[in-house]
């Protein structure tokens, strides 16, 4: 039997969900392309292929349509050439191919100046950011954020003041990260641990929380100790809630990324960015920015997969094990998840 499009909280077949995950893509991408290569739906500019007798035209410059409009008048009055030309979008909005060219020379193509970095150099640079400001703020963040969570002393101690700090804009602390660490990588950094460990430890505190308390009972009656009880039953509760959360976090990560790098010395995509709409090219722009997109996609994509390998028993992994794309219909029960046991201390 065909399941319904819009059944509420229902599973979606494999083939379906490829289907509806392609058009969330094409859809904007559609959108584009009817506003780039369409002349009536926008295209308030005219480039210009024939300036004629037009005292400021140039052949290839972009002229906005009434000032096109209002000189060949002019020429016309005069009984001049009249100037032509094709209707056409602002430089700041490439079209598709213009944009995907771009992604394919930034990698090719030396950048303008020699001292200005390539645009993989420039990826890597942030990436590297990246990296460093989430592993330190999640080695502090994940723990407190259990003890939090575990233990409701240690949330009373330290998530007012938790709650308190993640209302302040990590980007204001720029000036004294930069006083305080310099003007190169460190202040960066410290911008992206800012915007994330606050919200990490709330977020990984109220996952604690959600442990079925029926497995506490369980090893309490079995006469755990409280060790025991955070080491061998809380964290293996929450260990993939955990993961989630922390695939969540990441993005957020991403989203301080460009604030960060203008702090101090500008550098990685941030600057690379800057120079080339100090360039005027927009494609090189928005080439980056997709890429942007591209690796923190890949980056969850990855995530995703290894959490279906850490955690095999999760339904999502049970459902992955069929094609992603074309997969077949579930013909067998799927096995069931494996008991979380609490392990009794000696």
Not at 269 to 296: E, H, M
Request: charged share 15%; proline share 8%; net charge positive.
């Amino acid at each position: 039997m065909r399941q319904p499009w819009l059944r509420i909280l229902g599973e979606l077949p494999p083939r379906r969900r490829a289907c509806l995950a392609l058009v969330s893509f094409l859809g904007p991408l559609a959108l584009w392309s009817i506003v780039s290569y369409v002349p009536f739906i926008w295209h308030p500019m005219i480039r210009v292929a024939d300036a004629g007798d037009a005292a400021w035209f140039s052949t290839g410059e972009l002229v906005e349509r009434e000032a096109f409009a209002d000189e060949n008048a002019r020429i016309r009055g005069e009984g001049g050439h009249l100037a032509t030309g094709a209707r056409a979008n602002p430089v700041f909005l490439p079209p598709p191919h213009a944009v995907l060219r771009a992604m394919v020379t930034g990698f090719t193509a030396p950048p303008a100046r020699p001292e200005e970095p390539w645009l993989h150099q420039a990826l890597w640079h942030s990436i590297t950011v990246i990296f460093w400001g989430f592993a330190v703020s999640s080695l502090i963040g994940v723990p407190l954020g259990i003890l939090c969570g575990a233990l409701p002393s240690v949330a009373r101690l330290t998530e007012p003041f938790v709650e308190f700090f993640r209302y302040l804009p990590a980007p204001a602390f720029g000036a004294l990260a930069v006083a305080v660490l310099g003007i190169h990588d460190a202040p960066k950094v410290a911008i992206i641990f800012v915007g994330t460990f606050f919200q990490e430890v709330l977020v990984i505190a109220n996952s604690t929380r959600r442990i079925d308390p029926a497995l506490l009972e369980a090893a309490q009656t079995l006469g755990a100790s409280r060790r025991a009880l955070l080491y061998r039953v809380i964290v293996p509760g929450i260990i993939t809630d955990v993961f989630n959360d922390m695939r969540v976090l990441l993005g957020w990560a991403w989203t301080y990324l460009i604030v960060a790098e203008l702090i101090g010395v500008s550098s990685g995509i941030t600057f690379f960015i800057n120079q080339q709409a100090k360039y005027r090219a927009y494609d090189k722009v928005f080439a980056s920015i997709i890429l942007i997109g591209l690796i923190g996609l890949a980056t969850d994509v990855a995530l995703a997969w290894l959490g279906r390998r850490l955690f095999p028993w999760l339904p999502s992994a049970r459902a992955r094990r069929r094609l992603w794309l074309f997969g077949t219909r579930r013909s067998a029960a799927p096995p069931e998840a494996p008991e979380l046991k609490a392990t009794v201390s000696a």
